[in-house]
């Protein structure tokens, strides 16, 4: 049998103006390649932000195996997912993660699931035990286009079921209740076929949620997990959604294959929990590194 342990960590970008310490610490547990990659961003929210998604995930990683949090490495798969590279596969944990990040937030979901062995002889072994996963998103409730939202709305219509979309544009809504339902639904799709991982690619209006309504989606009640799909009209009872209000306008949606977790919101995070003491950390192309970073100009 296994046993199952989920996190959902959070962590406000608005709490961390980073000194130069500070980034060197952060920078010198990643790997060169990601390295390379995060200094291709124009602006520095956005070196920030994928940096703390490393972060993340090297500390989730850490804290279920007995990986020194230093020592921890990702490699990609086909379509760029980010995975933990063992160097062997002695490890009874088997981890599943997944990252997201917008506006001031990034956000990890993850589950561990821990092998046990029944002390008895007669326990049967034939018996297939279903992969759990979970996929994650995060979205800030605002609409920043250049065409108006009413225009936004028709060309995204075709994204959504005709249920998804009564429910959007239900009359009783106001401008900012409509932003807020798309917002929530857009969020669900995304942790949906992130878990998947296939990304936006496939027909969305055949991925129909009907969400929790029992409840006003705010910050006190979340998570709310009424939350129901649909693919190609065949109901997906292997799948469980929570959604969650970070804060009033940040949601968050996570889906988790296989795995209905107890309920808990998500536990922010301070720097101070993500950055490890390493030598590293002085050498000098890491710290010329971190100074050509906090030369990046942030966004207005």
């Avoid at 970008?13 to 000194?19: E, F, H, I, Q, V």
């Avoid at 977790?261 to 993500?274: A, N, T, V």
Wanted: hydrophobic share 40%; aromatic share 10%; with cysteine.
């Amino acid at each position: 049998m296994k046993q199952h342990k989920c996190i959902r960590w959070a962590f406000d970008l608005a709490s961390w103006n980073p000194t130069l310490a500070q980034l060197a610490q952060a920078v010198a547990v990643i790997q060169p390649e990601e390295r390379k990659r995060l200094m291709k961003f124009v602006f520095l929210d956005d070196f920030l932000s994928s940096l703390v998604g490393r972060l993340l995930m090297r500390k989730f990683v850490s804290a279920h195996s007995d990986i020194d949090y230093k020592d921890v490495r990702f490699a990609r798969d086909v379509r760029g997912k980010p995975y933990w590279l063992q160097a062997d596969h002695k490890y009874r944990n088997q981890l599943s993660f997944n990252v997201s990040h917008q506006g001031k937030f990034v956000v990890l979901a993850g589950i561990s699931s821990e092998s046990r062995q029944e002390a008895t002889a007669t326990t049967p072994t034939t018996t297939a035990i279903p992969k759990v996963g979970v996929g994650v998103d995060v979205m800030k409730i605002e609409y920043s286009g250049g065409r108006n939202l009413a225009e936004f709305f028709r060309i995204m219509q075709r994204k959504f079921s005709d249920n998804e979309w009564r429910y959007i544009r239900h009359p009783q809504h106001n401008e900012y209740d409509q932003l807020k339902a798309f917002m929530r639904h857009w969020c669900l799709k995304e942790a949906y076929v992130k878990e998947l991982g296939v990304g936006i690619t496939v027909d969305l209006q055949k991925i129909s949620f009907t969400v929790d309504t029992t409840h006003e989606l705010d910050v006190a009640a979340s998570p709310l997990t009424g939350t129901t799909l649909r693919v190609n009209d065949l109901p997906q009872n292997d799948w469980h959604f929570e959604e969650h209000l970070l804060q009033p306008k940040y949601c968050a949606a996570i889906a988790f294959k296989n795995f209905k977790p107890e309920l808990e919101k998500f536990e922010l995070l301070k720097i101070e929990q993500l950055l490890v003491v390493t030598e590293k950390a002085t050498d000098a192309g890491i710290v010329d590194y971190c100074r050509e970073a906090l030369r990046k100009r942030r966004k207005t």
